[in-house]
């Protein structure tokens, strides 16, 4: 075959090529990732939503060993919230999620599927706190809302809830502050999957509450904790002089909001 004729299919066929090896190299990740197959899937798809839809871009890096535990704590926008904080890790990150978002055939599967936690709105739910406790004992990642709630106004944040600090003290794990900014804010649940957004994620380093371990029922220690937490998001999104102030009379330990 002339030189002439071979020519237009060369560019086709290195496109070709460059797509399979691609592919091949993407599958190869995946495949290592701790993930089950079905998360596999997720993962990527996690990653074009808040890269491209989203535009998300991220400050710092996670600095937890491969298998250690550890809480991560986030200021609370939006619904999918829990998406631009899977960009720091290959790692599953179980979050605390409301139980009605369970009854539902979509959300429901796709909460199960990424092995969230059902938590009840109100009251103490023992179940869901020692669900976290022991997923960070064994060296995983759970994520919680201090806020407890969408922030749908102009503060920073919104008063702390207890939960963060006390299911690391049990679990004696570092809490890793976050903070979002930009956002698809929105109080419905669906519509930031087709907003547009350019969003920024800020990582903290890990508080060490290595001092307050075993004195999580002491008068007055998770809430000096909880605060703690509080001013280390705000200054990581700008506010250094944010005063933290907590909701309401702190439950017995048990509660997360």
Not at 6 to 14: G, K, N
Not at 147 to 174: D, H, M, S
Request: hydrophobic share 45%; glycine share 8%.
């Amino acid at each position: 075959m002339p030189l002439s004729a071979v020519a237009p299919i060369l560019p086709t066929a290195v496109f070709a090529a460059m797509l399979a090896a691609l592919g091949i190299a993407g599958f190869v990740f995946l495949r290592r990732l701790p993930l089950t197959w079905a998360q596999r899937f997720l993962y990527p798809l996690d990653i074009v939503l808040c890269r491209i839809l989203w535009r998300a871009t991220v400050h710092g890096r996670l600095s937890v060993a491969p298998r250690q535990g550890a809480v991560l704590v986030c200021n609370h926008r939006s619904s999918v919230d829990p998406c631009f904080l899977q960009l720091t890790t290959p790692r599953l990150v179980h979050w605390m999620v409301a139980k009605e978002y369970y009854t539902y055939w979509a959300s429901g599967w796709f909460l199960r599927t990424v092995e969230t936690i059902p938590v009840s709105r109100g009251g103490i739910d023992t179940a869901a706190v020692m669900a976290a406790i022991r997923y960070a004992r064994q060296g995983a990642l759970v994520g919680l809302f201090p806020e407890g709630r969408l922030n749908t106004t102009n503060q920073v944040l919104l008063p702390g809830r207890p939960g963060a600090a006390l299911i690391a003290l049990k679990a004696r794990v570092p809490v890793i502050p976050c903070f979002l900014r930009g956002g698809p804010a929105s109080s419905s649940v669906l519509r930031p999957l087709v907003t547009p957004a350019r969003t920024e994620l800020w990582v903290g380093q890990p508080i060490d509450l290595s001092e307050y371990y075993g004195r999580e029922d002491e008068r007055g220690v998770l809430e000096d904790i909880t605060k703690r937490i509080l001013r280390e998001m705000a200054r990581l999104g700008g506010y250094p002089d944010f005063q933290p102030s907590l909701a309401g009379r702190f439950y017995k330990p048990g509660w997360t909001g």
